[in-house]
């Protein structure tokens, strides 16, 4: 039986309001927008519920939700030079974190196969288990990987994340845990300046935190290759249960906060290199949205995104089956080959 894709939303995720700041509402009304015109591209649309306290504090400290919690009902106002609030942000961020966990559950109910697409505001990947920043309030996909763990009885997430920025709050939240492997490719320098290929993790989780810096001006060539050549064999080898991908698109070429040349067809190529590895490894995948801040681009790509997670794999993706091995996925290839050695030699499998 061929399962329907899910899109959640909701509409709280249009009450968090911004100002004058690029993380602004109309970043969802045109992926929404452009989504209606396409007929939601065969997606179940689902209305995200509000993530409970306790979800919330798989990830977060008590004291981090009601400092949110409070500044939201005293009116919102300024957390941090980036990180803005209103009155209706604690309730927008409670169903993004919301609608990350229930793409977590339908996507384990559905089982391989099954793929998904959350898109709410305010983004997540930044905040860390006791401080909000970099637009991010509560992190989702670290709320929903936590969940899939402790609540669903999972016992290794493959987190992907190839926003422009590094996703320095899961990447500290998942330090030394073997349980969650993230693997982030991000433009380096840039904001919040973490993200550096010796951070590798500790403990348990030494090797399952995997940086993949790329230098401003990295388009399609680098970021697909990365995926393609250091991403998917690591992730072969470590037989994820389920595929999240922290989709942020501010590496989109028409980006205003960031330097990198990504074009939809490189996000699409992206999309179809995770989903074609749900295949192989007969698991769900699913994306929740990060940043991407060139409006247009944003729901253009999320809509191709969308598209390609839903088609069957056939041929492989044009672009993925043209591209050259990166010089920077050659390098991360020998540098990660002691500790990941199915990425050694640049082999990959057919
Ligand atoms: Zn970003």
Known sequence: MVREPVFLSHGASREHETGAHPEHAARIEAIESLLGERHWCG??????????????????????IDRIAAAASAGGGQLDPDTVLSAGSFQAALHASGGAIELVRRLVAGGPGQVGFSAHRPPGHHATA???????LFNNVAVAARYALEKLGLRRVLVLDWDVHHGNGT???????DAVLLISIHQMPLYPGSGATYELGSGRGYGYNVNLPVPAGAGDDTFVSLVRDVAVPIARAYR?????????YDAHAEDPLADCRVSDTGFGA?????????HELAVPVGCVLEGGYAVDALARS????????????????????????????????ERLAELWPAVAGGVREP
């Open 43 to 64: 997606y179940q649309t689902v209305t995200s519920p509000a993530a409970s306290r306790a979800e919330l504090e798989l990830v977060h400290t008590p004291a981090h």
């Open 130 to 136: 006791n401080r909000a920043m970099g637009f991010c």
């Open 171 to 177: 990447s500290e939240i998942f330090w030394d845990t």
């Open 240 to 248: 994820p249960e389920l595929v999240l991908v922290s989709a942020g």
């Open 270 to 278: 992206m999309a179809a290199l995770v989903r074609d590895l749900g």
């Open 302 to 333: 999320v809509v191709l995104t969308m598209e390609t997670l839903a088609a069957q794999p056939a041929a492989p993706d044009a672009l993925v089956a043209a591209l050259a091995v990166d010089p920077l996925a050659l390098e991360a290839q």
